[in-house]
């Protein structure tokens, strides 16, 4: 066919260097912030020791989240995958609905549980959860380390605990030399999403009064328009990242235990004490995950149902879709091509596969930041050749969806590249050989084989996309209303009761998707094989 | 008609092919036959270009097509697991190469070649409902259909029960002949470079 | 494929303003407003867009929008914030006479950039039960920290909020900075709890007895005694508590007293409807409507505060409220360094 008559090099070179450049680009426009001289309110931080303060909060945070996460997370799978129960399944997709919440949507929530429920606040709020904080943060995304474990220990362990108790160890011992240490790759993996996540919110450490480097980013370019100092927190923040995922490495030691053959673990009937312990443990933490919290939201909405309407809730959503589907389109499009190429690289797979999951883990706050500066330099660039008065990029979604695709794109990318991966080789190699170029294998093989995956990826960016609020929020133009920035308006206003509207929005989608995916067998998220 | 001159390939710090020279004429039938790690498929990769020697140099008809793109080359290439598109049905897997001729062109040729190996009854069927010897023609019919000027084959007949290789072997053959079409077979197996190929090429480790 | 997109995106971006429009950048967020608003829009014909966000952040935008900002007006609570934005360069001078004749100048910047438009005094609200006559003797913002009365007692929001800044700012405005630095650690020594919601949750806390005494806007005071929703936090909490204005006496230095007001944004497409609707909202009837709906002060010297603010004074015994006597434009001059005090001596986390 005449329009893929290109050269095959040259495409997928400029193809590379383009979809690089949209990572990378933004990034580095931020450089030159770091050099500038400092700061009266930065050295007030620095000499008063509250950046420091605030950056020991936030490895504590990190540490008390990472912890509470694996407890509910890693025993609940575990639960889960070894016993048989009734109701099982009913818990099995319950225990998964957490993450239909967005963060910040569960702290104001749960601020209104602990205001009508002392008792219960007084668990949850002390020092130990930093406020509430880590309770926010574990009980709404703990799901990520149980999804991640759940499939891990079905798959991979059968044969290594029956070895172990046909060497007569107990469960209990079983459990501590056997399942444990085997699965402790599969726990780190997807507690550092867990991380990542937390890294990215600043609403909810803001809205319990908790100092962490969020704090300082957001007050000193929000708060003070200081965009430098904010850069020079942002180098503290990445530093911090960057020790958690060496951590990470280190601890995993590179390993990843496979299971030895595709036998599933048979679950059995636990004994009469296990089940008493089984149930309450899986009723408390799907009560406080979801239950509690949905049913304070549907008070809410229908104790405010008034405002349905003055609130706009009709032109928020629509424009959170727009939005929504712009990114989605442009992220498929691009982390399929991109996935692509990679797919056909002999070497440097494993290079352009981190920095496709570069945007993922560096905190929205920053990526906002870099892309911010990012626009604004394109913009002046754009009037200074042009001189064109009403061109503004800032005041549109550019800057916004652009910072999206970063953000996400690994997400696409990666399930993309697994699903690729998973086909032979030769099949792409045979479209080359039946006189097809990269394009023309790109529309006719590769595209078809994408269309399966592409309804999950779908799903996965929309639920991720609605939820989200810090780059919405720091990147949105004049005007630009969507129910994450809504949600956050009303609760900074202190009107919970009505910010509960669209929150319900979201956590109802985000229920059914995440429902439909359940039932359909698939993994929520299938991000531990990234790194 | 191909001419490889001294080609040298590493696989990361490992030579596999070291000075590699040989030629084939048109309408020969040659086999590489040697046991694993010889370099055969390699081999067989470079001349197709999927792989990129690092020195040396390949002619066809005079033609210098060291670093011409393999979709180009009008070279046909079996794959050992056949490599059947999983989304596309086997008739729509054998035209995938015939794409931009005219319809009534895609038909003639469609029937010529799936009478020629037997599978005109599985046109509608797909690759996940074929048995290996089914699929091992679907994916040799999609290949010749395309009339290449050479037709590469690595190990196709490995994948298929004992019982039913000789009988295959001569089928093919046979299919081969008619055509009078330029093969380069890769095997271990002796039996199927006796039977398929003229002329038989040993090769080694290195 | 980027440049399609661009394309697209810019098409969507582009703004047609009709004339007989005028677009507002607003921090306040009252219903009051929108009345005022519609009735403006029914006098002279034109349209009045909203849009409203963090002071902060409006700033910054209206800032990066330069060239084409796509709003007309800027309006902001906190004559800090408006000081802010005219240093930030985004407001332009206005000539009018009527804006002249309404606003006395205190209340307006000298470079005719921004002008106020209601008033609003920091006040001390506190307990009916616990707190006594006595008590309330000689109560000053100074007093309030060194009084051991007050110890673990006193409720105020963080140190993020403008309207905390400003009135620390005031006194460095009045006193100087050293002296404003032990007043801010001594109040830090008073607090009764780590700060945490906004000025009507501190009314809250004294009603739910954390604290005896809170520090916060004399409006909001007005709209928790306007609160009808039985199942609000807010219920019930003005017949628990009562409001004080502070420095009243003889030889003290008045009530922090800001503003909220308005500039026209520069270049801003619509200047002439943008002068229109703050001249409208500086008259005597629209100055009146924002005392009685929003129980702020009016700015206008013709127009009379409504009577439930009336109340508040006779309460306290007072003719007139006494303001501090500052030029408002030294709020934001002082503003980082008021910030960088309050984080200094740990405003937000008092107790460890």
Redesign the interface.
Known sequence: ?KIFKI???IIKFFLLALILAFIVLPISDSIPLLFTPSTPYLDVLVEKGILWEYLLNTLELVFKVGLFSILLGFTSSYIVTMYDFKFKSIFKVLLTLPLAFPVYVGAYTYSSIFYTNKWLGNIFTGKLFMEGSVFIYGIFLYPYVYLACRSYLKDNLVEYIEASKTLGKSSLETFIKVIFPLSWPAVLGSTLFVIFETLSDFAVVEYYGVGTISKVITDSWMGLGQKDTAAKASMILLFVLTVIIFSEKILRRKKRYEGISDRKIKPEKPSGLATIMIYLFLSIVVSLSFILPTYEMLVFTIAKSSYIASIDLLGIASNTLITLFIAIFIIIVISSIFASIVNQLKRGKKFFSTIAVMGYSIPSLILALAVYIFTLSLDNFIYDLFHIEWLVLMNTRTALVIALVIKFISVAFSNYSNSLAK??P??F?????????FL?TFF??NL??LKKPTKFVFIILFIDLIKELTLTYTLRPFNFKTLSTEIYRYAGNEMIEVAAIPSLVIVGICSLMIIYLELGGKNVKNRKDKL | MLKIEKINFKYGDKKVLNDFSMEVREGERVALKGSSGCGKSTLLKVI?G?EKPYSGKLFFDGKDVTTL????R????V???F??????SVKNNIL??I??YKSSERKVLLKKYTEMLHIDSLLDHYPNELSGGQKQRVAIA??LI?SPKIILMDEVFSALDEGLKEKVRLEILEVLKELKITTILVTHDSRDAEVLCDKIIEMYPI | MKKLLLGLILLSSMVVNAAGVVNVYTTRHYDADDALYKEFTRETGIKVNVVSDKSAVSISKLKEQGRAPLADIFMTSDAGNLAKAKEAGILQSVESETLETNIPSKYQDDENKWFGLTKRARVFIYSNDRVSEEDLEGLTYESLVTDSRWNDEVLVRSSSNMYNQSLVASFVALNGEEKTSEWVEGLVGQMARNPKGNDRVQAVAVKDGEGDIAIANSYYYGKLVNETDKTSKYYGVAEKTSLYFPNQNEGESGVHMNISGAGVVKNARNKEEAVKLIEFLSMKKQQEAFSATNYEFPVNPEAKMSDLLASWLEEQGLETVKEQDINLNLLGEYNEKALNIMIGSNWDTPKK
């Open positions: 066919m050269e095959d090099g086909i032979s030769n099949v190699h045979a479209s080359t050989m039946l006189r097809h170029n023309g006719k093989v078809p084989l | 197709a999927l793109s393999p979709h180009k009008e070279f046909g290439y794959f050992q697991d490599a059947l598109f999983p989304h596309l995938f190469g794409s931009g999609r290949t395309t």
